[in-house]
Every structure is written in C-alpha cells, then in structure tokens.
C-alpha cells in the first residue's frame, strides 16, 4: 500500500521548530511519501526536522529561507524546480503573532507582522502556482490561517487582519487557478499545544486556565491535528476541494 502523497514534491515553510506546525506537517508529509523540502531562517532548527525525517525512513532537505524576501523564494522554487522539476504540495505555514491592543500597536508591528504573515503567502503561491502551471500537473497549495481570521479576537488587530487576509486571498487563488487543477485553500487553526503556548503559560496561568476552559472541548488541540488537515488537502483525496477554509479549534467558532 503506497503512501497518500506517494512520490509527490512538498515545500512546508517555517517548519523548522520541533514542536511547531510546520514540523508536524513535514514529518506528516514524509511519513506519507513526499518528499518535503523543510524550510525555516533557522537553518539549524529546519536540520533537526530533516534528521528525525530521515531517521524514520523518510526523504527530505532543509533550506534556510527568509519568507518576507523574494529573491529567497526565488531561490527555494527555483532549487526545487532545479532538482525535481516540479512542485506538488506548498504549505505557507510560517508566521509570527503580534499581540497587541489598539493603542499599543505600532506602524512597525502592523508592518512586521503583515510581512511575514501575508506578504509571505502571496509571495510563495504566486511562485508555486507559476512552476505548477509550467508543469501543467496541477497542485495543492494549503494556506495557513487561524480562528482570528474568522472572528474577532482581543490583542489581534493585525495578527487578525494579516490572517482574514489570507483566507480571501487564498479564496481568490483558487478561482484564478481552478481550471489548472490547481487547488487552494486554508486551514484555520484554534489554540495549539505549541512552544508559543509554554511562555503563556508560564506569564499568566490563571489566565491561560480561563482560556483552555473556554474552549467547548476543554483542551487545546495538538499539532498533530493541524497536520493532518494539512495532509488531508494536500493528497489527491481532497482532489474536488478548492477555495474553502477548514477550521481545527475544538469549536471554539461555533459559539
């Protein structure tokens, strides 16, 4: 029995922190066949990932890549095409969180965070969708988002508005890219056991208990779990599936 994405090409971004989504989905992806480049600024970090791939009977490369610059997504697509001629499957999963209220965020984090979180996909899925048009094989592009893309968030502002970008954005690519076989989508993540979640943990638990239990589940999700979604829309099952958003947050938007 092969593997769900059985000798595809897969590029995961900011995927080079162990406990991170990114890292989740790359070790996913390997575990199902794919070949997956592991890209992060952290070249060290993106490393380790690949190690623990290859150490479990998977393929993959590390490649230090800075999300926000165009000519290091010039040169990740282009060693991709250059190796394996084609891509199958981009993952824009890399992204930071400002959190800050309203008047005490500033032009340069508005700045900053729309850099790595928005400007980031557009420019990774303008090159990706260019190579799988030249290929003429169609492709998966999966887009990282979050519930703060779907609703309102205290602290979010432009966390927010960077996210709510890229699930229309992402809406948008799939029309333009349909008749391509070329499909789109994005993955709205809730609260994550993530590295990210340990400092809050750690600053306010009383607050961060209050959070958890808020949450109609009563636990955070798992990276694993956003792996997996990711998995889902990057293999040929989701094959009829193009434009649409899919939510993995213990219902937190169904309240």
Same mark, same amino acid.
Request: aromatic share 6%; charged share 20%.
């Given at each position: ?7 595809? #090409? ?16 790359? !070790? ?33 490369? &590390?490649?230090? !890549? ?10 990740? #697509? ?29 032009? &340069? ?68 890219? &349909? ?34 239990? &808020? #949450? ?24 009829? #599936? ?14």
């Amino acid at each position: 029995m092969t593997g769900r994405l059985e000798d595809k #090409i897969a590029l995961v971004t900011g995927a080079g922190g162990m406990r991170g989504l990114g890292a989740a989905t790359a !070790q996913r992806f390997a575990e199902e066949g794919a070949f997956v480049y592991v890209t992060d600024l952290d070249k060290a970090g993106a490393d380790e990932v690949v190690a623990q791939i290859e150490q479990a009977g998977g393929h993959a490369q &590390a490649l230090q !890549q800075d999300v926000t610059s165009e000519a290091s997504w010039d040169e990740v #697509i282009g060693t991709i095409e250059q190796t394996h001629g084609r891509l199958d499957v981009l993952v824009n999963n890399a992204g930071i969180a400002v959190l800050k209220p309203l008047d005490k965020l500033t032009a &340069a984090d508005w700045e900053r965070q729309n850099k790595v979180n928005l400007d980031s996909v557009f420019f990774g899925t303008q090159r990706a969708v260019e190579l799988m048009r030249k290929v003429g094989q169609g492709g998966s592009i999966v887009n990282l988002s979050s519930v703060a893309g779907l609703i309102g968030v205290p602290m979010c502002g432009a966390y927010a508005a960077a996210k709510g970008g890229v699930r229309l954005f992402s809406k948008v690519v799939a029309l333009e890219c &349909a008749a391509d076989n070329i499909r789109c989508n994005s993955v709205h993540p809730g609260m994550i056991e993530t590295a990210m979640q340990d400092v809050a943990r750690r600053d306010n638990p009383e607050g961060f208990k209050q959070i958890v239990s &808020a #949450i109609p589940m009563q636990r955070m999700g798992s990276p694993l779990d956003i792996a997996n979604m990711n998995l889902f829309l990057a293999s040929d099952e989701a094959g009829y #599936i193009t434009g649409c958003e899919f939510v993995v947050d213990g219902g937190t938007t169904a309240m």
